[in-house]
């Protein structure tokens, strides 16, 4: 997995190159967490943000999923996708807490 920046992240959310799937949603279980997951189709890959008070990560990994292109999708996120970005939020997370302990 790849980290962005906020800069980098904000100048494609401006440039409106990425899919939202889900933005800022509350943790379960941290509640001072929250994450959003959104697709980069020029680069076919999965963004996860994890944004609090103490830290932001950003992290990006390519899909595996080729067909239907991500922009084709008229039904939001592929299951694939959807477990690729569990799966990336479960290490960031571990990441966030070594970071903020």
């Given at each position: 997995m790849r980290y962005l920046t906020s800069d980098e992240f904000e100048t494609l959310?401006?440039?409106q190159q990425l899919i939202p799937y889900m933005e800022?949603?509350?943790?379960k279980e941290d509640p001072q967490v929250c994450w959003?997951?959104?697709?980069?189709?020029?680069t076919?890959?999965?963004l996860v943000r994890l944004t609090s008070e103490?830290?932001?990560?950003?992290?990006?990994?390519?899909?595996?999923?080729l067909f239907p292109a991500m922009a084709?999708?008229?039904?939001?996120?592929?299951?694939?996708?959807e477990q690729l970005a569990e799966?990336?939020?479960?290490?960031?997370?571990?990441?966030?807490?070594q970071e903020t302990a």
């Open positions: 959310k401006a440039a800022d949603v509350k943790d959003s997951v959104y697709g980069n189709p020029q076919n890959e999965i103490k830290a932001t990560l950003i992290g990006a990994k390519p899909t595996e999923v084709d999708r008229v039904f939001g996120i592929d299951m694939a996708d799966a990336m939020s479960l290490d960031m997370y571990a990441k966030y807490k």
